[in-house]
């Protein structure tokens, strides 16, 4: 599997997970992280990343890196996210600014200079989740983090309308054991490994372009 893959958040939880899986199938991974200095993965097909995504600068410096590398990217997996108001009842300004700097914006702004590299045949997959889904919304806690993944789903569909030649797909990882809330490490269905294999068998199959898709389930999401 000669194919190259940016995976941003593989320094810990789903995305360590999905960088050691895509290493072990044969891709080639460039994985990011703040620090740019992943310990836990030693692979010849590995290329650590820094990048910060609530810096433009940071934004802008990967970029440079990854053009002056790669000259063709077949796969991005927008993984990284954070979700600070998790099981929050109240909005409140910090965590509203920073869950949006990185769940949206920092991956708005990282994948636009990106598209120009992707191949014909290549895919643009966004983690998202079920909690962004308006049509299935009941309950009323995280807002900052349910709102931040409904706007992704929706520049999911935007670059999906954009870009014919290019699948593009927001995908559901499950309800998985992370660090990402005390609630989801506490009660947590998937493990992040079981978590990486699903997204992955998704991310080969033909799937449609402009889909929502639970990954856990193996079922289309309503948006």
Known sequence: MNQTVLLT????GIGLALAKTLLARGYT?????RSGVIDSIQHENFHPLALDSTRI????ESHKEIFDRFDQIDSIINNAGMGPDLDQLIPDAVSLNSTFEVNIEGVVLLTEPLLERISDSGSVLMISSKMGSIEKCIAFDSVGYRVSKSALNMYTKILANRL???KVAAVHPGYVKTEISETALLYGR?????SAVNVLSFMESDFKSGIFWDSET??????
């Open 9 to 12: 958040g593989a320094s810990r």
């Open 29 to 33: 991974v460039i994985g990011t992280s």
């Open 57 to 60: 600068e940071s934004i802008e």
């Open 164 to 166: 014919p030649s290019i």
């Open 190 to 194: 998937l493990s992040p490994e079981q």
């Open 218 to 223: 193996g079922s289309e999401l309503p948006w």
